[in-house]
């Protein structure tokens, strides 16, 4: 079993930066690849950015793109989310989730919420105007 607990979500004014981290516990050598989804009240769940088990390849939603930065430290089995220039419609609850199998499946791959295994309970994000 694993545990995600995300944590760095709040309220911030538009064109503000947040750092959420999202730290896992318990079988830890399960966790491989580790993403962001983000979910915005009366809309589907989204996919935000993933970062590799390697760290070498990341990958970002086009809407976020230039303005997130995703990373991971291993040692601390945690992910970050590195969020600037925030716009109101980033208002959404953050959740951090990783794949169990350390597949390398690609871009499709790792934008679908089915690929992950364990999820954390989220995090709001809330961009004021």
């Known amino acids: 079993q694993v545990q995600l607990v995300e944590s760095g979500g709040g309220l911030v004014q538009a064109g503000g930066s947040l750092r959420l981290s999202c730290a896992a516990s318990?079988?830890?050598?399960?966790?491989?690849?580790m993403g962001w989804f983000r979910q915005a009240p009366g809309k589907e769940r989204e996919f935000v950015a993933v970062i590799e088990w390697s760290g070498i390849n990341a990958y970002y939603a086009d809407s976020v793109k230039g303005r997130f930065t995703i990373s991971r430290d291993n040692a601390k089995s945690t992910v970050y989310l590195q969020m600037n220039s925030l716009k109101p419609e980033d208002t959404a609850v953050y959740s951090c989730?990783?794949?169990?199998?350390?597949?390398?499946?690609?871009?499709?791959?790792?934008?679908?919420?089915?690929?992950?295994?364990?999820w954390g309970q989220g995090t709001q994000v809330t961009v004021s105007s």
């Open positions: 318990g079988r830890t050598f399960d966790i491989y690849h």
């Open positions: 989730a990783t794949d169990s199998e350390k597949y390398y499946g690609g871009s499709y791959y790792y934008r679908q919420a089915a690929t992950y295994d364990y």
